[in-house]
């Protein structure tokens, strides 16, 4: 048959055609698969899923166990999500209260206020119905951004206990979540009510389920999806009752921790005594099993008296209550954030109780913890420790002359002046049971004087450490020797820092050194620009680790020495710029208060380094502005304020902090 030219290039168009819409449909497809960052779809790389979710489809992400969370920032002024069909969720954004939204379905308006223009932070968190996130729904031109989240992971693995039952909350109100939130971890709970450890009767055993997707349903997890920094296993409260004997949970225990740690080589298990006392010799057993195997990142938590019968908890089967599981956080973050900065030995002997590589001491501040461990050194101004110990006496092993304040059971502090060797802390013995310390090295200007280095405790024979009630947020204050309490009574214990700190309860440090500027200068004036990301304020190396603690609030007060050393307007201004982003990036979730200095000085330099960050996207940021603070009565000096001084100052900065973190 003869074939027109004309006919030819028609069907020569139509197969061009053909295969330029295959084309097309097929870039459509990637197009889906792969969505652009910054659109708020469920497969949006700025959006991060913490928790076992279900995120396979591209077009709906499904949270298994409990409390798991999206978390993500956005631009513009308000933000929507997608739910499939009806479910609660809370919803936080900028780190605000998580706001219930009860029964709702569709498109949800999680801001009805709109906020301020800027970037902001958003996590939204199911609690129950169908718990399918669909995406965001984002002003026009606005894009979500990637978030600050922090790099640990806390997995908690346990039963109605772990997942928060009978509470308010649930999982938001059980201890897991508190331990996560005031560790500053990525924190997730694999558990659910009425699991076992071991299967055994109509009760599912964790020892096989924990390793699936979700609490049902035997799909094997990703391991490779995240990496857990620790391990929290709170289990055996519910075997007693489907017949599991002694034998049989010690040898499932043993091979549960072997087989979590064949997922994750690097994380700390901690094995929790049930606060029912269930099957304490067996989890101790497991423990040592697996420490006598080589695995020295295991340790057994002994949570004796922290709950108080009847007070702390909602019934009678040993479900707390809110106030219970806050307890809970307060003695258990502290054992986990020990174990996982470096202060806790890493090798498979648990160093003994009250010397350094005890988890039980909680160190605050900056100290280097790396280099012995027989000895533990402190830098920068305000640092201190805090351990709870039995017994009636304890005493103080110093290496060399050193000047130190001590404090016990919140009785009055103590001025130790030169001392070295064994110091003794309580000349007349203490009534028995458990007491508490806190020691702070003497510093002036900011320097230590003296040997401040920490070589342990001595206690009563048989007596042991025992980690104490500890608050939940920490401030840093970045400063000079205003800042470190220079010409005050006490020096660190009586600046404006470490009265703030006390009075809202919280822990508190002064990143701060006498005589420092912001700007490194050419004649020898530190330069807290450069030094605030160092361990060590007067070395170039090593570098401070920031996820040793995470701050809620940083107080900078700095340029009071830098009009002395010749620095410019314009140096001071680019200074504190690049300051603020670097604590930001040590900390994304503080809120920074730039305090203009008591002497006024670059007052429109940090004005406007703050407004330019604010306008950049940082929403958690203040100026405060400092005029009449302080009166002529208030200094030692034209500089220093003294003890009434420092009082007036933390009178003022006290409630602007609290009412930012709410502390």
Same mark, same amino acid.
């Given at each position: 048959?003869h074939?027109s030219?004309?006919?030819?290039?028609?069907?020569?168009?139509?197969?061009?055609?053909?295969?330029?819409?295959?084309?097309?449909?097929?870039?459509?497809?990637?197009?889906?698969?792969?969505?652009?960052?910054?659109?708020g779809s469920?497969?949006?790389?700025?959006?991060a899923?913490?928790?076992?979710?279900?995120?396979a489809?591209?077009t709906?992400?499904?949270?298994?166990w409990?409390g798991?969370?999206v978390?993500?920032?956005f631009?513009g002024?308000?933000?929507?999500?997608?739910?499939?069909?009806?479910v609660?969720?809370?919803a936080?954004?900028?780190g605000?209260?998580?706001?219930?939204?009860?029964?709702?379905r569709?498109t949800?308006?999680?801001?009805?206020?709109?906020?301020?223009?800027g970037?902001?932070?958003?996590?939204?968190?199911?609690?129950?119905?169908d718990?399918?996130?669909?995406g965001?729904?984002?002003?026009?031109?606005?894009?979500?951004?990637?978030?600050?989240?922090?790099?640990?992971?806390?997995?908690?693995?346990?039963?109605?206990?772990?997942?928060?039952?009978?509470?308010?909350?649930?999982?938001?109100?059980?201890?897991a979540w508190?331990t996560?939130?005031r560790?500053?971890?990525?924190?997730?709970?694999?558990?659910?009510?009425?699991?076992?450890?071991?299967?055994?009767?109509?009760?599912?055993?964790?020892?096989?389920?924990?390793?699936?997707?979700?609490?049902?349903g035997?799909?094997?997890?990703d391991?490779?999806r995240?990496?857990?920094?620790?391990?929290?296993?709170?289990?055996g409260?519910?075997?007693?009752g489907?017949g599991?004997?002694?034998?049989?949970?010690q040898?499932a225990?043993?091979?549960?921790?072997?087989d979590?740690?064949?997922?994750?080589p690097?994380?700390?298990?901690?094995?929790?005594?049930t606060?029912?006392?269930?099957?304490v010799?067996?989890?101790? =057993? /497991?423990v040592?099993?697996?420490?006598?195997?080589?695995?020295?990142? *295991?340790?057994?938590? %002994? +949570? #004796? @008296?922290?709950?108080?019968?009847?007070?702390?908890?909602?019934?009678?089967?040993?479900?707390?209550?809110?106030?219970?599981?806050?307890?809970?956080?307060?003695?258990?973050?502290?054992?986990?954030?020990?174990?996982?900065?470096g202060t806790?030995?890493?090798?498979?002997?648990? =160093? /003994?109780?009250?010397?350094?590589?005890?988890p039980?001491?909680?160190f *605050?501040?900056?100290? %280097? +913890? #790396? @280099?012995s461990a027989?000895?533990?050194?402190?830098?920068w101004a305000?640092?201190?420790?805090?351990?709870?110990?039995?017994?009636?006496t304890?005493?103080?092993?110093?290496?060399?002359?050193?000047d130190?304040?001590?404090?016990?059971d919140?009785?009055?502090?103590?001025?130790?002046?030169?001392?070295?060797?064994?110091?003794?802390?309580?000349?007349?013995?203490?009534?028995s049971?458990?007491? #508490?310390?806190?020691?702070?090295?003497?510093?002036?200007?900011?320097?230590?004087?003296?040997?401040a280095?920490?070589?342990?405790?001595?206690?009563?024979?048989?007596a042991?450490?025992?980690?104490?009630?500890?608050?939940?947020?920490?401030?840093?204050?970045?400063?000079d020797?205003?800042?470190?309490?220079?010409?005050t009574?006490?020096?660190a214990?009586t600046?404006?820092?470490?009265?703030?700190?006390?009075?809202?309860?919280?822990?508190?440090?002064?990143?701060?050194?006498?005589?420092?500027?912001?700007?490194?200068?050419?004649?020898?004036?530190?330069?807290?620009?450069r030094?605030?990301?160092?361990?060590?304020?007067?070395?170039a190396t090593?570098?401070w680790?920031?996820?040793?603690?995470?701050?809620?609030?940083?107080?900078?007060?700095?340029?009071?020495?830098?009009?002395?050393?010749?620095?410019s307007?314009?140096?001071?201004?680019?200074?504190?710029?690049?300051?603020?982003?670097?604590?930001?990036?040590?900390?994304p979730q503080?809120?920074?208060?730039?305090?203009?200095?008591?002497?006024?000085r670059?007052?429109?330099?940090?004005?406007?380094?703050?407004r330019?960050?604010v306008?950049?996207?940082?929403?958690r940021?203040?100026?405060?502005?400092?005029?009449?603070?302080?009166?002529?009565?208030d200094?030692t000096?034209?500089v220093?304020?003294?003890?009434?001084?420092?009082?007036?100052?933390?009178?003022?900065?006290?409630?602007?902090?609290?009412?930012?973190?709410?502390?």
């Amino acid at each position: 048959m003869h074939t027109s030219p004309h006919r030819s290039a028609r069907a020569l168009a139509a197969a061009l055609t053909a295969v330029l819409v295959a084309c097309l449909l097929s870039l459509t497809v990637v197009g889906r698969a792969h969505a652009a960052p910054g659109d708020g779809s469920v497969s949006d790389p700025n959006i991060a899923y913490v928790g076992r979710w279900d995120t396979a489809s591209g077009t709906t992400a499904v949270a298994n166990w409990t409390g798991a969370y999206v978390q993500t920032s956005f631009t513009g002024t308000t933000v929507k999500v997608r739910a499939r069909d009806a479910v609660n969720l809370y919803a936080s954004v900028d780190g605000g209260p998580d706001v219930f939204h009860a029964g709702v379905r569709g498109t949800v308006n999680l801001t009805p206020q709109p906020l301020p223009p800027g970037t902001h932070t958003l996590r939204i968190t199911y609690r129950s119905g169908d718990t399918v996130f669909q995406g965001l729904v984002l002003d026009p031109g606005a894009r979500t951004v990637a978030p600050n989240a922090p790099t640990g992971l806390i997995e908690f693995v346990g039963d109605s206990i772990t997942a928060g039952a009978l509470t308010d909350r649930l999982a938001l109100d059980s201890y897991a979540w508190k331990t996560g939130e005031r560790l500053g971890m990525r924190h997730t709970q694999v558990a659910r009510a009425g699991y076992c450890l071991v299967g055994r009767s109509g009760c599912t055993g964790l020892s096989t389920q924990f390793f699936r997707t979700a609490s049902t349903g035997g799909a094997d997890w990703d391991f490779s999806r995240y990496r857990a920094s620790a391990v929290v296993i709170n289990l055996g409260t519910n075997d007693i009752g489907h017949g599991v004997s002694g034998a049989a949970f010690q040898s499932a225990y043993t091979a549960f921790l072997r087989d979590i740690r064949a997922k994750y080589p690097n994380a700390v298990l901690f094995a929790v005594q049930t606060l029912k006392k269930r099957y304490v010799p067996e989890t101790r =057993a /497991a423990v040592t099993a697996r420490v006598n195997a080589g695995d020295g990142r *295991v340790r057994y938590v %002994d +949570t #004796t @008296g922290w709950l108080s019968d009847g007070a702390d908890y909602e019934d009678g089967n040993g479900h707390p209550n809110e106030a219970g599981h806050t307890k809970f956080a307060n003695r258990l973050a502290p054992v986990i954030g020990s174990a996982l900065s470096g202060t806790a030995v890493p090798s498979a002997k648990a =160093a /003994a109780p009250g010397q350094p590589g005890d988890p039980n001491i909680k160190f *605050v501040g900056r100290w %280097d +913890t #790396t @280099g012995s461990a027989t000895a533990y050194t402190p830098y920068w101004a305000g640092a201190y420790y805090r351990v709870g110990f039995t017994g009636r006496t304890v005493q103080l092993k110093q290496r060399g002359t050193i000047d130190f304040w001590a404090r016990i059971d919140d009785g009055p502090v103590k001025f130790y002046d030169d001392v070295k060797g064994t110091v003794n802390l309580t000349p007349a013995p203490l009534s028995s049971g458990r007491h #508490t310390l806190q020691v702070n090295y003497q510093v002036v200007a900011g320097s230590y004087r003296g040997d401040a280095v920490f070589q342990g405790l001595v206690l009563d024979s048989g007596a042991t450490t025992f980690a104490p009630p500890a608050p939940g947020k920490l401030i840093e204050f970045v400063g000079d020797s205003i800042t470190v309490g220079t010409t005050t009574s006490q020096n660190a214990r009586t600046a404006y820092g470490w009265l703030i700190g006390e009075r809202l309860g919280t822990e508190h440090t002064q990143i701060a050194q006498g005589g420092a500027c912001l700007v490194a200068t050419a004649d020898g004036c530190v330069g807290l620009e450069r030094q605030f990301g160092k361990l060590n304020p007067n070395a170039a190396t090593p570098d401070w680790n920031p996820s040793r603690y995470r701050a809620d609030a940083v107080v900078i007060n700095l340029g009071t020495n830098d009009v002395g050393h010749g620095v410019s307007s314009t140096e001071f201004q680019s200074a504190y710029a690049s300051l603020l982003r670097k604590v930001r990036a040590a900390y994304p979730q503080a809120w920074i208060f730039a305090l203009e200095t008591f002497r006024g000085r670059y007052v429109p330099q940090t004005e406007a380094a703050v407004r330019a960050a604010v306008a950049g996207g940082d929403a958690r940021l203040s100026f405060v502005d400092t005029t009449g603070w302080l009166g002529s009565g208030d200094l030692t000096d034209s500089v220093h304020p003294n003890d009434r001084g420092h009082r007036a100052i933390a009178d003022r900065l006290a409630p602007i902090i609290a009412a930012r973190i709410g502390a």
